[in-house]
């Protein structure tokens, strides 16, 4: 078996790209080795991981499960089924973050159902005066996420525990999540390789508003004064945040769209 040989046996059965990608991952080889060196044999071992994933992406499972890895903001972040995949919207967030966090001096903030890390991790790296501390309910998303910041070198407080349970007396400049929005029995969750991410970093179980009002309930006491609280959310949740916001004592509720114009991420201030 060759290098070409291996790529025309997944032609028509999963997306180009992907085929290339993953032989790439499964041998080792370069893409210009494949464009210069088609005829350059695979052995068998790395021929075998190679049809072992095409035949899970055919199935549906997302590259980034197969390969176990995914990219966010320049950096490689590994990832498993225990946490979300990546999603770019999510810079949203972070750019949002940083911008509150700009002029503050060793700012403290916290990261609420942190999955693999990448918000707590990215404002670590990029934001390197702040305090930064990650909670999670699931043992095996905090495993990934510890993971990730040794190797990238971010410092962070991971905790395990239910939201703010974990908090008890503390204050933050600023409270950051990424929570479960997706309404029960949306059609959405079976789509684009969602049954394979874990379903309770995707939904609440309820209307998909149940996390985001507990999360808005409970962070004053967890704010300082002119703290701020950002959480992202789905694309027809802009409104209804907007308005948990300021019924919970919030001053200007805003909500901000991702780079597609979608409304992404809403937040507010003490």
């Known amino acids: 078996m ?12 999963i997306d180009r790209l992907d085929a290339r990608l993953l032989l790439q991952y499964a041998t080792g080889c370069s893409h210009a080795d494949l464009l210069a060196r088609p005829e350059m044999p695979v052995i068998a071992p790395a021929y075998a991981q190679f049809a072992e994933w095409v035949a899970r992406r ?3 499972e997302p590259f980034a499960y197969l390969v176990g890895e995914a990219e966010f903001r320049g950096q490689v972040f590994q990832v498993s089924p225990a946490v979300l995949i990546p999603r770019p919207e ?3 967030l972070i750019d949002l973050a940083l911008a509150k966090l700009a002029g503050l001096t060793a700012p403290r903030l916290v990261d609420l159902g942190t999955g693999s890390g990448i918000v707590a991790i990215s404002l670590a790296l990029e934001c390197p005066a702040a305090q930064v501390a990650a909670l999670d309910l699931s043992a095996d998303a905090l495993a990934v996420a510890r993971n990730n910041a040794g190797r ?9 525990g239910d939201w703010f349970a974990p908090l008890a007396g503390e204050r933050f400049d600023l409270v950051v999540s990424n929570p479960p929005y997706v309404a029960d029995g949306d059609p959405h969750l ?4 969602l049954p ?3 379903k309770m970093a995707l939904t609440d179980g ?3 508003l149940a996390c985001i009002r507990r999360i808005i309930t409970d962070a004053p006491k967890h704010l300082k004064p002119g703290g701020w609280l950002l959480f992202e959310h789905g694309y027809d949740q802009g409104e209804a945040s907007r308005n948990l916001l300021t019924a919970a004592g919030f001053k200007a509720a805003s909500t901000f769209p991702d780079l597609a114009g979608i409304d992404r991420v809403s937040g507010a201030h003490l």
């Open 2 to 13: 060759t290098l070409g040989e291996a790529l025309a046996a997944a032609r028509g059965q």
């Open 190 to 193: 079976a789509l684009n390789g």
């Open 152 to 160: 990238l070198g971010a410092r962070v407080d991971f905790r395990q």
């Open 58 to 60: 055919v199935a549906g």
């Open 90 to 92: 999510t810079e949203v």
């Open 196 to 198: 394979f991410e874990p």
């Open 206 to 208: 309820a209307d998909g």
